[in-house]
Structure formats: structure tokens, C-alpha cells
């Protein structure tokens, strides 16, 4: 009789066991999938605020070029009021996925690309006294986008 209930009591310990080393097992495991999912949801987040950012300066970079050319060739006022709007536009465009991108990546060289390709793309204002200088203007800004979208094409690669 002793010999029974130790043995029943060896089973129900075994089987509370088993149980309890089962559902940490399932929870580890389901951490695990939660850690995965967020990870993926950064990383899609982040890539959204570069390739938004990379697109909202080339709009920007081709609206001022635009509102550049047409100071230089003499454009009528109404135009270049209409293309100092849309440049206003686009350069507001910018505003948000440089936001995301300073709240969702925290690394020196992606923030600095970041930095120097809306500078120099907000440059182009600055160039619009001949075209050879708006040209040279806009170069330094396209050699920028492509640096940020390399640099950032860096990190993104690294953080996968």
C-alpha cells in the first residue's frame, strides 16, 4: 500500500513536472516569436523612413531645380510663384520621414547622411545665381542622396 501511494504520488510530481517544464518551454518559445515579430516591425519602420526620406529629397531636389532654372531663364513671376509653392511643398514633404528617421534610427552615420543630403539638397536656393552654380548644386546633392542611400542600405543590412 505504502509502495503504491509513493508511487502515485512519484507519478502526479512527474506529471506536475512535466507540465510546469512544458508551459515555460511554450512561453519561451512564444517570447521568442513576440521578439521576432517587433524586430521585423522596427526594421520595416525603419526602412519606410529612409526610402520616404530618400524620395522627399529628390522631389524637393527636383522641385528647386526646377524654381532655379526657371529664375535663370527669366521665367514670367505667376511661374515662379506657382514653382516656389510647390517647392514649399516638397520641402515640408521632407519634414516626417526625417522625424521617423531620428526617432526610429539612432546611429551616427546614418543621421549625419541623413543630415548632409538635406542640407545640401535645401542648398540649392542658395545657387541660383548662375546655372553653372546650380548644376554643380545639384550634383552635390544627388552625390548626397546616393551616399545616404548607401550608408543607410549599410546599417539596414547590418540590423537584419
Known amino acids: 500500500m505504502l509502495v503504491t501511494l509513493v508511487a502515485a504520488a512519484l ?8 507540465a510546469v517544464v512544458t508551459a515555460r518551454f511554450q512561453e519561451r518559445a512564444a517570447e521568442r516569436q513576440v521578439r521576432a515579430a517587433h ?20 522631389d524637393h531636389r527636383r522641385a528647386m ?4 532654372e526657371a529664375v535663370l531663364q527669366g521665367a514670367s513671376p505667376e511661374r515662379i510663384e ?24 539612432e546611429d551616427r552615420a546614418v543621421r ?3 543630415d548632409e543630403m538635406v542640407t545640401l539638397t ?3 536656393r542658395d545657387a ?7 548644376a554643380v548644386a545639384r550634383e552635390a546633392a544627388k552625390g548626397a542622396h546616393d551616399g545616404f542611400v548607401d550608408v543607410a542600405a549599410d546599417y539596414l543590412g547590418g540590423a537584419a
Do not use: F
Open 65 to 68: 531645380w526646377m524654381r532655379g
Open 82 to 105: 506657382a514653382l516656389r509653392g510647390e517647392s514649399h511643398m516638397t520641402r515640408s514633404a521632407v519634414t516626417r520621414p526625417l522625424v521617423a528617421l531620428r526617432v526610429l534610427i
Open 112 to 114: 549625419a547622411a541623413a
Open 122 to 124: 535645401y542648398a540649392l
Open 11 to 18: 507519478a502526479i510530481a512527474g506529471t506536475l513536472l512535466g
Open 39 to 58: 524586430g521585423e516591425a522596427i526594421r520595416r519602420d525603419r526602412l519606410e523612413a529612409v526610402t520616404a526620406l530618400a524620395c522627399a529629397a529628390s
Open 128 to 134: 541660383y545665381a548662375t546655372a553653372e552654380a546650380l
